[in-house]
């Protein structure tokens, strides 16, 4: 069975650390360009980060130079890290899979998806 699942979201201070996690099952993430996204009440789903096969990336300005993406292929997961959080990180965040249109922060280009986890920053 095909799945993504992450995990490692939750409730951090303004200032703080989460490290979200993405762990493929009944496939190879290697062959793949992995998508970071958020969605926050009210709000359309805004590209986050992503990588590309050979590990270059890209990032939303708004969290450049805060958040890492980073692949561990030994454990088929891909990684976020989050830090200096602020209150307008808040949402749900997912991860997707494609195969076809390189690093891209574009949720359309996206066929497979995680049920996402939800970071929260507040004090």
């Known amino acids: 069975q095909v799945q993504l699942v992450e995990s490692g979201g939750g409730l951090v201070q303004p200032g703080g650390s989460l490290r979200l996690s993405c762990v493929a099952s009944?496939?190879?993430?290697?062959?793949?360009?992995i998508g970071w996204f958020r969605q926050a009440p009210g709000k359309e789903r805004e590209g986050v980060s992503c990588?590309?096969?050979?590990?270059?990336?890209d990032y939303v300005d708004s969290v450049k130079g805060r958040f890492t993406i980073f692949r561990d292929k030994a454990k088929n997961t891909v990684y976020l890290q989050m830090n200096s959080l602020r209150p307008e990180d808040t949402a749900i965040y997912y991860c997707?899979?494609?195969?076809?249109?390189?690093?891209?922060?574009?949720?359309?280009?996206?066929?497979?998806w995680g049920q996402g986890t939800q970071a929260t920053v507040s004090s």
């Open positions: 997707a899979t494609q195969t076809g249109w390189g690093c891209t922060l574009r949720s359309g280009r996206y066929n497979h």
């Open positions: 009944g496939f190879t993430l290697d062959y793949y360009f």
């Open positions: 990588i590309s096969r050979d590990g270059s990336t």
